[in-house]
């Protein structure tokens, strides 16, 4: 029976071990960082990411996601597919159409997901939708959420007593080890205080994009493995988004925004979203506007800490927090309309958030630097900027909303507190991206390190650009793409 391992079972890695166990006559072994049954134990990824980097604010968000189910542990659960703009882009990567393949893929993954023919009938905010769409300057951006985000981890620990699946649990990937061939024969992993090897007829690194370059650059540094590829770990690129304004209903008619009942599904809703159109025409970057219900920022951060102090059984700062904030009837029925019926639309705001494309650059990237920790790992460095002229098109969209609103029934505010912070959007990637040349990129179209024969990677770091697009939706599809190309290979 042939075999494929999978080093790191995060949303990618557990849902290709699913896809793959469909095949009975496969062997899957799925190596993470803690234990299936044990949740969130392990911190031996997390110190490795805790110090020496540049300009790096967003550390504890990108090593959120560790263990069994990775990031998908705390995703948001926002689904949408690239659009054109972005495909034409991957088409020019990949010198071939492969968004005519991929477009075909998706529709199997919003079968798969039981989420079809969802249209701008289940929108809210119709007049707001109308008054955008009219006006040409946007496209209409598909945008879905899930209220309970698939998670991988529940996944793979239904899956676990499947005799076709070998969980390898509390172990760390240290490094690839080639053979004379152009092949893989063995990764070297940590585990229970010992070096072990592991064999395998075929790799899928899918470690995230922070460690999957790591863990390549440290078995090229080691001499276990001989790839000339200059891309590995460069071309590291996120989706920055910030809130540019607000729009008030200045007549307060009843028409509530509310962001979660929209009719699809119990776990299912539609968000107001678009691109737009004159960046598309210019052959720019594919920035987005979302439109959310507003939400009182001061609510949202007494819940994290009333979470947190709870967690840490902190009670005299829990008790602190309950006296000097909640006093304020206000907050505490948002506060329990939050926590009980997730409710937080005000009704009549909406949130305006821009979400940042960002250009792909060799500067913004992730390497390895002389020190090594306890493990022998090289700790990594990553190196991380954001683009300059994002100011200029916030300007650029919020005199654009102004201007449409002028005669309407809402006005604009626009945020003048706009400081240089930007949220990261968690969606770093690019650092092992796809290309047909392996001058430009790490992986073939059937993700398929350039040089070798039998590793694939199958994670974020593979994508190389994300445009308009939140990038699980694509992940999943490229996940389930990979399982069917496996499974041709070996069969
Ligand atoms: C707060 C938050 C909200 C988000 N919301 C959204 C959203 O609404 N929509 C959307 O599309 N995306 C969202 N994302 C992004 C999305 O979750 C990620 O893009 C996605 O999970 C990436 O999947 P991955 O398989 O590449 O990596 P991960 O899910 O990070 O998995 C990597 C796995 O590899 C394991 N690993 C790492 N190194 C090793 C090693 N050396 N040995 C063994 N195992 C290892 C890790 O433990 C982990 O399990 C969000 C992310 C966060 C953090």
Not at 335 to 346: C, G, Q
Not at 444 to 462: E, T
Request: proline residues 1%; positive net charge; charged residues 25%.
């Amino acid at each position: 029976m042939k075999s494929v391992c999978i080093i790191g079972a995060g949303l990618c890695g557990g849902y290709l071990a699913k896809e793959l166990l469909i095949n009975k006559n496969l062997k899957i072994k799925v190596i993470d960082i803690d234990s299936i049954n044990d949740k969130f134990k392990s911190k031996i990824l997390k110190n490795i990411y805790s110090n020496n980097h540049n300009n790096i604010t967003f550390i504890d968000k990108i090593i959120k996601g560790y263990g069994f189910g990775g990031n998908s542990n705390y995703w948001h659960g926002g689904l949408t597919e690239f659009d054109d703009f972005d495909l034409n882009k991957l088409d020019f990567f990949l010198d071939y159409n492969f968004s005519t393949e991929l477009k075909k893929y998706y529709i199997e993954t919003w079968k798969s997901l039981d989420i079809e023919n969802v249209s701008t009938n289940h929108l809210n905010y119709k007049s707001l939708y109308k008054i955008f769409k009219k006006s040409g300057y946007f496209n209409f951006k598909k945008i879905l959420l899930q209220y309970s985000p698939l998670k991988t981890r529940s996944i793979l620990h239904k899956l676990k007593n499947n005799k076709n699946l070998e969980l390898i649990e509390n172990a760390i990937c240290l490094n690839l080890n080639k053979d004379k061939e152009k092949k893989i024969k063995s990764i070297t992993i940590f585990s229970e205080g010992l070096l072990k090897e592991i064999k395998s007829d075929y790799f899928v690194l899918a470690s995230g994009s922070f460690e999957t370059p790591r863990i390549l650059l440290q078995s090229i540094n080691h001499g276990n493995l001989k790839l000339n590829n200059k891309n590995i770990g460069c071309n590291l690129i996120d989706h920055p988004f910030l809130k540019i304004g607000e729009i008030k209903n200045i007549f307060k008619t009843k028409t509530k925004l509310n962001y979660y009942k929209n009719n699809i599904s119990n776990n299912i809703s539609l968000s107001l979203a678009f691109s737009f159109v004159e960046d598309l025409k210019n052959n720019k970057l594919n920035h987005s506007l979302v439109l959310r219900p507003h939400i009182n920022n001061e609510v949202i951060e007494i819940k994290a800490n009333l979470k947190k102090y709870f967690n840490d059984r902190n009670y005299k700062n829990l008790l602190k927090l309950l006296i000097v904030k909640l006093y304020r009837f206000d907050l505490f029925f948002k506060l329990i309309k939050l926590i009980l019926i997730k409710k937080i639309n005000s009704g009549s705001k909406v949130d305006v958030f821009l979400h940042f494309d960002q250009l792909s650059s060799k500067e913004n990237k992730v390497i390895l630097t002389n020190n090594k920790d306890e493990y022998m790992r090289y700790i990594p460095k990553i190196i991380f900027g954001n683009n300059q002229n994002e100011k200029f098109t916030i300007t650029t969209a919020s005199n654009l909303i102004k201007s449409l609103l002028k005669n309407s029934n809402y006005e604009y505010k626009e945020n003048k507190n706009l400081s240089n912070f930007f949220y990261h959007g968690n969606h770093f990637s690019g650092t092992a991206r796809i290309s047909s040349d392996n001058k430009t990129g790490v992986v073939d179209k059937n993700l398929k390190v350039h040089g070798l024969s039998n590793l694939y990677i199958c994670d974020s770091s593979v994508i190389p650009l994300f445009g308009s697009s939140n990038p699980v939706f694509t992940l999943i599809t490229l996940s389930k793409r990979l399982a069917k190309h496996l499974n041709n290979v070996i069969t």
